[in-house]
């Protein structure tokens, strides 16, 4: 039986280490690359993270099973007791800035401001020009869907608000209107620029539109 045990446990881990290796071979070849968009630069860190975690607990526990080392094996069991308690915690915290009801109670507890995270962790200009620009330019999502209705992205970052009279050529080209209304082009109305990589992906009602959308996906 416990011959059994130790078999199916070896083959277990020796997937596993198959499947850590890969992922970390694909995260490091995007690294490699040197050029990766910013749609590879979201699967880049993680990929390597996820793919060493995986490929070193599943080593412990190939060694123990198979050479029967027990320190190996106490290694193992331990390194899945931490990685089970940081996915709790990760679960616990992505409940915590994405559900808009329970991040509002948490953050009056003073805590942490839970409810403006997500915010402003998204809309961070490093962050957000390197990775969420980037990919939203690369997917060409203001490319897409011109004759239905548009997303809260699409609507937040293809075209310009639509308070400010901007006249519309086609999906992706407008024109300030000849007789202007009586604002000031500041704010949004000045992010907004006809350059296809530009548009209003620096609008805040782009940002304000990703973290929306973040919230419905893993709220």
Known sequence: MVRISNTILAIFNYIALLIGLVIT???????????????DKVLQNPMIIVGATISA???FG?????????????????LLFLLLLYLIGFTVFAILVTNESICKAFSKTKIMDFHNWLRDNLGDEK???????????????????????????????CQPP??????????TLWNRPKTSPAVKYSGDCAAW???????????????????????????
């Open 25 to 39: 071979g694909l995260g490091l070849y995007i690294f490699a690359r040197g050029n990766a968009t910013g749609c």
């Open 57 to 59: 607990i599943s080593l």
């Open 62 to 78: 190939l060694i123990g099973s198979c050479c029967r080392v027990n320190f190996a094996l106490m290694l193992y069991l331990i």
């Open 127 to 157: 962050h957000w020009n390197d990775i969420i620009k980037s990919c939203a330019v690369q997917t060409k999502i203001c490319h897409e869907n011109n004759h239905k209705k548009l997303s809260n992205i699409q609507s937040g970052g």
């Open 162 to 171: 639509v308070s400010f009279g901007f006249v519309s050529n086609n999906a």
């Open 193 to 219: 620029s006809n350059h296809q990589d530009t548009l209003c992906f620096n609008c805040e009602s782009c940002k304000a539109a990703y973290v929306v959308t973040s919230r419905k996906q893993w709220g």
